[in-house]
């Protein structure tokens, strides 16, 4: 029969079945009709053309137009997306855009991508106009071109809103009858011309140079509601009062209970803080443990057994004592104590060598030589208090005072805690794993320092300054709730096992010690444990790539696949619906 020339051609998928077995092919086939009936016409068999080459058989044969991917589709630009999608989803869930500001402005928008831009990649304002363009936080905010002046105005519209903003957040995280952890770090400067520098207590060991003082209110659980900056020369408890002040007053905090360390919370502020009504956990300091005066009969042994004891003082009426014992703190002062005796006695040694032997430099000396001589080294080691010296003309002899030595080892690894909460609302151990919690911030000291770049300060006026600290404090505001949400691919321990006993060290739990060994993850089918910074870094590899179809003004926006690493994140951050 001739072939027809007319009628439409197309490749047919043909299915057919033999005994249990079920066969396909695909016809070239034209189909027309004839007499009232479509009938086809078979033209080839293409079946053995690769699935790629028969859908594109097919689309020709359709009418398309089909040409390289490479000539009519271009990618114009590909940006960093899935960090971004990260940090700035986690910022919106926390409503920290409303809480800015209610109705959206230039400045809210700015503010957002300065606290964003900490978390992905820390600088400077003027880093920040480079930086935020290329990644999509620029079009996720629709920033458009942004200039360093647009960045420090919009710090002043921040700062006059760290008060309402802060308030906010305690209402959020800090109950009504709750604590409050309170620390003071410090950050240096470098230059002469900040409006609140002035040379201070390094808390970062850099002596010399001018620094800024901030305090941290944190929530027990960690989590930062407030910040103040001070001049570099404050010391630890003049900021205290303006913490407590704010926390009852602004806050609206009635019944508070500050926590802080033993430089914080000293005897006078103590004093302060039961006339302003306000409770407090701190430490006693060294020198109040030694002449501390307990009960008749009360032994240290006892620590030995129970971890730890709770005691009364006449130098303390109407507080509770605490007293605790961490064993490895002892081993260790026992061990460097005797390290420090044995090298003060080899020094000692030397000058009885040089009095007794006939070619010493002090054979033969006067005592006030010989002392003048054995002065310079007994001390070296602040070891003096443990020695007895005898010292006459042409003579020199030392001992070690073991009853001394006895009375200081007896207090290794001891620590004295003291608070004015009654055991009803806070037991012995209760105190214990409160003063404890001070670890949270300095976490938060160590991140905003490291990550997030509070240093160098790149401002001049007070208020710049405060409003670049208050940034880096919403920043880590931030940064603790990806941390939480977070947790089962960090390696931060989500359920430690809290022991019976508070002076003994939290063990990890059975996944968190996987996770921290060489394996990385709690099992086999879990991922491997990250960092944050790493795990963001990765997020990073999400881009969002634009591409423009031929010449024509037509793009489309594409998101790369994300991984199964990926996915697991976005679902722990609650970002999947996106």
Not at 33 to 50: F, M, T, Y
Not at 136 to 149: H, I, K, N, P, R
Not at 174 to 198: K, M, P, T
Not at 389 to 407: H, P, V
């Amino acid at each position: 029969m001739p072939r027809r020339s007319e009628g439409a051609i197309h490749v047919a998928r043909i299915k057919s079945r033999y005994k249990d077995r079920e066969y396909e092919s695909h016809i070239l086939r034209r189909s027309y009709r004839e007499g009232g009936k479509v009938k086809h016409e078979n033209l080839g068999n293409v079946s053995h053309l690769p699935p790629a080459a028969l859908e594109a058989l097919r689309r020709a044969l359709a009418g398309e137009t089909l040409v390289s991917a490479q000539d009519r589709f271009r990618v114009e630009r590909s940006l960093p997306h899935g960090h971004v999608r990260a940090v700035l989803g986690v910022l919106r869930s926390l409503d920290l855009e409303r809480l800015l500001s209610r109705e959206r402005c230039r400045e809210r928008d700015l503010c957002v991508a300065m606290i964003c831009q900490r978390l992905i990649a820390a600088g400077s304002k003027l880093s920040l106009t480079r930086l935020v363009s290329q990644t999509t936080l620029a079009t996720e905010l629709d920033l458009g071109t942004v200039s360093e002046a647009e960045l420090l105005s919009a710090m002043d519209w921040l700062s006059e809103r760290q008060d309402r903003v802060e308030r906010t957040l305690a209402r959020r995280h800090l109950a009504a009858d709750g604590f409050v952890l309170y620390d003071l770090s410090s950050s240096y400067l470098e230059g002469r011309h900040c409006e609140l520098e002035a040379i201070g207590y390094s808390r970062d060991g850099v002596r010399g140079k001018h620094q800024i003082v901030y305090g941290l209110c944190c929530s027990p659980e960690g989590r930062p509601v407030s910040v103040r900056v001070f001049e570099g020369n404050t010391a630890d408890p003049a900021t205290l009062k303006d913490a407590v002040l704010r926390v009852k007053h602004q806050f609206g905090v009635e019944h508070v209970v500050f926590i802080g360390d033993r430089g914080m919370i000293t005897h006078a502020r103590t004093v302060e803080l039961k006339k302003l009504g306000v409770g407090f956990v701190t430490a006693l300091r060294a020198t109040q443990i030694q002449k501390l005066t307990v009960a008749a009969g009360y032994q240290l042994s006892l620590l030995d057994e129970m971890g730890l004891c709770e005691i009364e003082s006449p130098e303390f009426p109407g507080e509770r004592l605490v007293v605790c014992r961490n064993p490895a703190v002892a081993a260790e002062r026992a061990r460097k104590r005797q390290a420090l005796l044995e090298g003060t006695e080899t020094e000692l040694a030397k000058v009885k060598n040089m009095v007794q032997s006939p070619t010493g430099r002090l054979h033969g000396a006067d005592a006030g030589k010989i002392g003048q001589r054995a002065g310079r080294v007994i001390n070296q080691k602040k070891m003096a208090k443990h020695f007895t010296l005898k010292i006459a003309d042409g003579q020199f002899s030392y001992a070690r005072d073991q009853e001394q030595i006895d009375q200081e080892a007896a207090l290794d690894g001891i620590y004295i805690l003291r608070t004015d909460q009654p055991a009803k609302r806070l037991s012995a151990p209760a105190v214990v794993r409160a003063y404890k919690q001070l670890k949270v911030n300095e976490r938060s000291f160590e991140q905003m320092k490291s990550t997030l770049e509070i240093r160098p300060v790149h401002h001049r006026l007070a208020d710049r300054v405060r409003a670049h600290v208050f940034l880096c404090m919403l920043a880590r505001h931030v940064q603790f709730e990806l941390e939480q949400r977070l947790a089962p691919m960090l390696f931060t321990d989500p359920a430690p096992h809290a022991p019976a006993d508070p002076t003994r060290p939290a063990q990890r739990s059975h996944a968190a010690s996987i996770k921290a060994g060489h394996a990385g993850a709690a099992s086999p089918e879990e991922h491997p444990a990250h960092t944050l910074p790493d795990l963001l870094s990765n997020l990073a590899t999400i881009c969002q790539t634009t591409i423009r179809i031929g010449n024509t003004n037509t793009t489309i926006i594409k998101h790369t696949e994300p991984t199964d690493l990926q996915t697991k994140a976005l679902e722990l951050l609650g970002l999947t619906n996106k």
